[in-house]
């Protein structure tokens, strides 16, 4: 298996409801990644997990979560997002947290 | 301070010529480089990456890129595009902890 599979593909949410991404590997990479991409724009790094431990926050909002419940899965949990957060969520996975390798085809996210 | 540039927001080639897609980074050591594709709606592919070693380095799908330390450039080749190459193109670099994309490339091939 050498993919990254991300659920959902799509996903509509309020702006008082709470999701969660979820992203899955079983490449046995041990650093997982989220990115936002918004619509004609690069990635834009979220959170580093580095054998299952948050390396790296980049500044983002207490609305998203994330959690690594073990090697091979990573969530983004959601919660009272904005507008101005609908995006493309990507997620992707390497060997080690050198920031390259495999992404998966992201979860299309809008908030109303 | 460190980034990555990508100097082309649009090029357009026709079927069977050439490609060159340019991108220059800006930092005090030689970080790990990085060519992305994305078709619309879709995730990020890994074209082909740069270490260390042979600055000519080999891709997917026929790409090659060729790092150039005197000029701060990582840029992306192919001899001969295909319609199927037609797709948005991410430069990237990574150090220390820190990912920077370049804004992108969208590359259209005319028939």
Known sequence: DTEVTQTPKHLVMGMTNKKSLKCEQHMGHRAMYWYKQKAKKPPELMFVYSYEKLSINESVPSRFSPECPNSSLLNLHLHALQPEDSALYLCASSQDPTAWGTFGSGTRLTVV | ?111
């Open chain 2, 1 to 111: 301070a460190q980034s990555v540039t990508q100097p082309d927001i649009h090029i357009t080639v026709s079927e069977g010529a050439s490609l060159e897609l340019r991108c220059n980074y800006s930092y005090g050591a030689t970080p790990y480089l990085f060519w992305y594709v994305q078709s619309p709606g879709q995730g990020l592919q890994l074209l082909l990456k740069y270490f260390s070693g042979d600055t000519l380095v080999q891709g997917i799908k026929g790409f090659e890129a060729e790092f150039k330390r005197s000029q701060s450039s990582f840029n992306l080749r192919k001899p001969s595009v295909h319609w199927s190459d037609a797709a948005e193109y991410f430069c990237a670099f990574y150090n220390n902890n820190d990912m920077r994309f370049g804004a992108g490339t969208r590359l259209t091939v005319k028939p």
